[in-house]
């Protein structure tokens, strides 16, 4: 399908604040929408900060009809099959948490293959997280008691992202983690080597499409380095200055840019 004068053959798109606009779920017109790219040749990818048990709940109907980068790029997966992941050391993990929890009025989140974790005591964060998330997080006293690899570690203010905080946990980890803006008050710690760009990249690789055919829609810091892998990149108006800048165009609402797409 041409697009901007460029054959498109895969469109990428965020979730939150991006697909989802202001919503928790996708508008269920999103499934035909989808079905209709792919009737004319073009695949859909699910890009988001989100774990992959919720994305593929969030897209029930076409659940095994769509290729998904989950954890800001640690975690990619095809009709239910991991194609990669990118765990964290365990040790870093942990001296990641430990700064976290020296920061007053946050709550923390990490993330293994296939489940999300919060502390058990963070009982009020619980209820608002799955207020949000389905299904519901699971719950440790201790984060040691996790077994397996970690691929994600994320901190949220409620009043969101502090520049003094930030600063801080950049200055310190951006030498070993890849650490982003996920908007809505979440910061996210992944592996070096682990963001949406570097995913798609090997996405492409391994499903064998030309990275000069993608389209991507995005809101955040955690989707430049998809803009920047993309052969068209949009930002949504609601963006920061900053992102947009790193767009090639501007959309209110990707529904609506999709559906002038088909025409």
Same mark, same amino acid.
């Given at each position: 399908?041409?697009?901007?004068?460029?054959?498109?053959?895969?469109?990428?798109?965020?979730?939150? +604040? *991006?697909?989802?606009?202001?919503?928790? =779920?996708?508008?269920?017109?999103?499934?035909a929408?989808?079905? @209709?790219?792919? $009737? #004319?040749g073009v695949?859909?990818?699910?890009?988001?900060?989100?774990?992959?048990?919720?994305?593929?709940?969030?897209?029930?109907?076409?659940?095994?009809?769509?290729?998904?980068i989950?954890?800001?790029?640690s975690?990619?997966?095809?009709?239910?099959?991991?194609l990669?992941?990118?765990?964290?050391?365990?040790?870093?993990?942990?001296?990641?948490?430990?700064?976290?929890?020296?920061?007053? +009025? *946050?709550?923390?989140i990490?993330?293994? =293959?296939?489940?999300?974790?919060t502390?058990a005591?963070?009982? @009020?964060f619980i $209820? #608002?997280?799955?207020?949000?998330?389905k299904?519901?997080?699971?719950?440790v006293?201790?984060?040691?008691?996790?077994?397996?690899?970690?691929?994600?570690?994320?901190?949220?203010?409620?009043?969101?992202?502090p520049?003094?905080e930030?600063?801080?946990?950049?200055?310190?980890?951006?030498?070993?983690?890849?650490?982003?803006?996920?908007?809505?008050?979440?910061?996210?710690?992944?592996?070096? +080597?682990?963001?949406?760009?570097?995913?798609?990249?090997?996405?492409?690789?391994?499903?064998?499409?030309?990275?000069?055919?993608?389209?991507?829609?995005?809101?955040?810091?955690?989707d430049?380095?998809m803009?920047?892998?993309?052969?068209?990149s949009?930002?949504?108006?609601?963006?920061?200055?900053?992102?947009?800048k790193?767009?090639?165009?501007?959309?209110?609402?990707?529904?609506?840019?999709?559906?002038?797409?088909?025409?």
């Open positions: 399908m041409r697009i901007h004068g460029r054959e498109i053959t895969t469109i990428i798109s965020d979730l939150d +604040g *991006t697909l989802l606009g202001g919503g928790m =779920e996708p508008d269920r017109a999103v499934f929408l989808i079905r @209709e790219l792919q $009737k #004319r695949r859909f990818v699910a890009a988001s900060g989100r774990q992959y048990r919720n994305m593929r709940l969030l897209f029930e109907p076409i659940r095994d009809e769509i290729l998904y989950c954890e800001n790029g975690l990619v997966v095809k009709r239910d099959k991991t990669f992941v990118k765990c964290i050391p365990r040790e870093l993990v942990f001296e990641v948490l430990e700064d976290m929890f020296s920061i007053p +009025g *946050t709550e923390t990490v993330s293994s =293959e296939r489940k999300l974790y502390l005591s963070r009982k @009020e $209820k #608002r997280i799955n207020l949000r998330l299904p519901e997080i699971d719950t006293e201790d984060y040691h008691g996790i077994s397996g690899g970690m691929n994600k570690v994320s901190i949220w203010w409620q009043d969101g992202i520049e003094k930030a600063k801080w946990l950049h200055e310190k980890y951006d030498a070993k983690l890849q650490v982003a803006d996920a908007g809505d008050g979440w910061l996210d710690f992944t592996m070096n +080597g682990a963001n949406k760009g570097i995913a798609l990249r090997e996405l492409a690789e391994h499903e064998g499409f030309p990275l000069s055919e993608t389209l991507c829609f995005g809101d955040s810091e955690n430049v380095a803009f920047h892998e993309c052969a068209v949009y930002a949504m108006a609601t963006s920061k200055e900053a992102i947009k790193q767009a090639d165009h501007v959309c209110e609402n990707v529904i609506e840019t999709l559906r002038d797409f088909l025409g």
